[in-house]
């Protein structure tokens, strides 16, 4: 019998406003009341399933070996869209099979994936609108008791995965990235890593760059975010490495009217 | 001396905006260290008693037996309103006695209910404004440590209960129900329940029937979210087995423009 | 050896739309898996630090002795302002060397001040933009763990405060105050407290006085919300002891159309 599950944690687009996420911490107690569950978030935006990749991309690696996260954000909800139950060689991942994983399975990390079958640890009657609930919270929770996986069900290799959107490179000088998330401070993050920087820069035989982004071009990449006057719009690596634009006590976001998508080019010089 | 209480929950309108819920948590820890304390919601919109009442009679049976459900939703802070304890088979219940508990009491399964007077429990001075930190924290911390229920004050039959509203007949084939909560992804749950619908069903020889809400009129209901194909209204027995009017992503409340109290008519054909 | 830290507080800026306080948690964790979190609240308006101070001090107390509250509201994140460890009789304090813990040292009871310069309990590579994961959370919980204040860093003297305003006497009869905070429900909290009041009360031979709040005058003070009839502005001692003004199930704030920084007058007939 493997050893019990230190943490689970929680990543869904359920908001706080309902009882939801409370409920399926009541369901996870009563199996395990030894349980100890972390909020990572709650406000993904509903069925945003490329937000909540996103957001576990940045947080997972921050918590405990052999926890066990928790992802619920289900537009299929009611289909047989499957449960699925990832293993790497440092953490458990519980979630529907839509592609919310897909940040982890690129890793290269991933050594089991099994569709979770086993319903004698579902909560009965399963409803059609809330497996987080009735699916996700019970089996997490045996998890966390020291269920074996693979009493949960058969291993598949046919799970689903989107491919993640990186940064292309556009007539040779040019490289293309987009932004992936907006934060509480409207902080715009975008997917072009601090090594694809890099990498890109290495291009330029003096080093120089133009980066252009909405309306803007910026030539110089910050050390935090005072180095901006107040109001200015700065380029930095944020606190996961990828490139970031911010407005020191501002918000770019809405300073600069930008959206999730928008194009951030980089032009060595 | 009784067992400790294993759980304590926590429904507020106090929202997470303010310090409230945390301060909250504090005085329940100092008085009892090991307490577990799980939030139900706290974003009840501010003294609305009829959404606290519903959240709790959805989320309350989810959680281990003996946990005690603290809710604290208070118009009448600060006046003469009484401080409640209520026990029935399997949960504790704290709250003001202002009926939003009548879910509960509803259940038939209430045992004892006791005006809470052992103000020596209590955080002292007593402030005018926030029992949450000096009545019910303190009451609930010291329950969890094991005091009797007993030692809190005298049983009391005079408590408050409101009607709950239940769906009605109308020209004796109409069941007319109500909308009671709209939640974060605006779905519209109703008070007709999985029991009242087919019951009434029952009346159509061929099992047919008209949903009419808003503006619209429904002739089935779904087996999961995703049956109407995409900005589809649907209806669908949810997660509380009450009727429900969703889109497969989409907002069903902001497209149809309804509110809580909204009309819902079901009539066999 | 010191005691282990029963509690950890966090209160932040970083909102719970990102994962940020999820992530803190993780690094906690990783280090203490026994730590016990608690949220007073992560709603503070982005690098708005004198509200973060207002918050600490209406709630540091409420916790039990030897709690280590975490504040993370930091505009200059990234630069070389110092991280801080404040002992006091009862509690610790983390923070950004930036005046969050003004009111924590107007109380007299601050012991020592240390600048946290040990970064070998920091998560490397620490950085710019994210100390609350890199800096404030990992030295929490090795301090949580029972490692020694002293081990931190120097005693410093130097550290950032800023005054609190107080009330101050206008024409001799006037007290003018100013609104401090605005809570969840539109009350607004002024920092006058009820000693103020009092003592200024005190000038008046038949204890008469006139308080005005926006256009509106006020000549008494309420023992509860509901001595106002529905819609009327009250004036009510709150319950960290400073006057407030509220509406009975309205919101003051917004009937007023007032912000922080309002003025309030008392002027004593």
Request: aromatic residues 10%.
């Amino acid at each position: 019998m493997p050893e019990p599950i230190p943490l689970i944690t929680l990543l869904t687009d359920f908001g706080l406003q309902d009882h939801y996420v409370g409920v399926m911490k009541g369901v996870i107690y009563q199996i395990n009341p030894q349980a100890r569950i972390v909020d990572i978030c709650h406000n993904v935006r509903p069925q945003d399933i490329l937000q909540a990749a996103f957001l576990l991309r940045v947080s997972y690696g921050y918590f405990p070996k052999r926890t066990l996260h928790v992802v619920v954000v289900d537009p299929e909800v009611g289909t047989s869209r499957r449960p699925i139950l990832v293993s790497t060689e440092s953490y458990y991942f519980i979630a529907p099979d839509n592609g919310v994983l897909s940040y982890i399975y690129q890793t290269g990390s991933v050594g089991e994936v099994r569709e979770i079958t086993a319903s004698h640890y579902f909560l009965h009657p399963v409803s059609q609108t809330f497996h987080g609930r009735d699916v996700f919270a019970p089996v997490a929770a045996w998890l966390s008791r020291g269920v074996a996986p693979s009493s949960l069900g058969d291993l598949i290799t046919d799970y689903k995965k989107f491919t993640i959107p990186v940064p292309t490179l556009v007539k040779e000088d040019i490289l293309l990235g987009r932004i992936l998330y907006i934060d509480r401070f409207g902080n715009l993050v975008s997917n072009i890593t601090r090594k694809n920087f890099t990498e890109h820069l290495n291009k330029s035989p003096g080093k120089r760059f133009v980066i252009r982004i909405g309306d803007r071009n910026l030539t110089r990449i910050c050390n935090s975010y005072t180095e901006g006057s107040e109001g200015e719009l700065i380029a930095i690596f944020g606190s996961s490495d990828f490139l970031e634009f911010s407005i020191n006590k501002g918000n770019a976001a809405k300073t600069l009217g930008l959206q999730i998508g928008a194009e951030v080019l980089c032009k060595v010089a």
